[in-house]
């Protein structure tokens, strides 16, 4: 049986993973405007040349939330660690987001 705090924790760390990768897509598609910043990973460069990053971003925060709440359902309780994933995820990919923007002030 699912609580409603774990529904709720659950709510929020899915919903920081999706804000996250918005504002890291965003923010780093924006910021690639101006000549003097550039894109550091060579794997999100790869995929921007080939026009797969938000497609490769969308399944990540998929498969995420898919295996996390698998995870919360076939478990229950003890699973709660599995939504640290999206929440960990979500939280870095903000800060990217936030690192970027950052760039640009």
């Not at 405007?33 to 490769?56: A, C, D, G, Q, S």
Request: net charge positive; proline share 2%; charged share 10%.
């Amino acid at each position: 049986m699912i609580t409603k705090c774990v529904m709720k924790i659950e709510k929020v760390s899915y919903l920081v993973l999706i804000l996250g990768t918005m504002l890291d897509q965003i923010s780093t598609r924006y910021a690639l405007w101006f000549p003097h910043i550039y894109e550091t990973n060579p794997t999100t460069v790869w995929l921007m040349t080939k026009n797969l990053w938000l497609f490769f971003d969308l399944i990540i925060v998929f498969v995420s939330i898919l295996i996390s709440h698998f995870l919360l359902v076939k478990f229950g309780k003890i699973a709660k660690a599995g939504l640290s994933y999206s929440l960990v995820l979500g939280a870095l990919r903000l800060a990217v987001g936030l690192y970027n923007l950052s760039l640009l002030i």
